[in-house]
């Protein structure tokens, strides 16, 4: 498989990303990895599922939080993590380095992403775990679709799950 | 280290087909990239080109898609329509520079 250079790498010309978590912090780095992958010419596809739909919903897309209780990797003290006010802060810390690094928030990265030509899928049994309906998701999601139909668009992709 | 051949121009480029110096770029290189990624170049094609090159002359490095596509009248899905094998690597490439180092 050739990728945009023109050179054969050998890798499938394709990715399959699942975005399971619905965080701040864990909604990003599967958005890049589909991102960077289409700015290759590599053909992508995310399918959200469980806390990942967050970021595919409306009501929810502009107001992820940053995951700070239970993260063994937060930069405070674990009994600070889940004092009121604490998350709001973590989330607007992150958030202002996001926007200082000229990086986009989340619903303009999956705008970019469904203009770059990446297929946006939600999991049918998480919307139906959450009680939500084709009108709650933003309108960039292409189609709601089950696990079987998720392999089948999948085929020969290398597939990510976050 | 290699070096291709573009018409009458000969040019320093890496193992993946990057230019290595940037000064030895013309246009028709980069009409001769553009074929081998089966691009015939437009006046749209040089809005990017010429705007990448001017920008990495300014910032000292080439722009991603995205500073590329809020600083031109190039919107993000013309940019994949204008490079549909990979704007991020492409619109550098067919410029005369490396790979941007964004990940947007």
Redesign the interface.
Known sequence: MTDGNGNDHGMPRKVAIICSKGSLDMAYPGLILANAARMMGIDAMVFFTFWGLDIITEKKVDKLKAGMVGNPSAPLPHMLAGLPGMETFATSMMKKKIQGLDIPDIRELVETLDAAGTDLYACKMAMDMFGLERKDLIPEVKEVIGAMDFFQHAEGAQTFFI | MAEKTYGGSTVSVDA???MTDSGQWNKEVAEGMAA??EITLTDRHWVVLDFVRQDAVDQGEPP????ITKLTDV???EI?QL????????AS?LAGYGKPQG??
């Open positions: 993946d087909g990057f081998e990624v991603g898609v995205r500073r919107s993000m899905k994949y490079f549909p094998k990979g704007p991020g690597i492409l490439k990940c947007v």
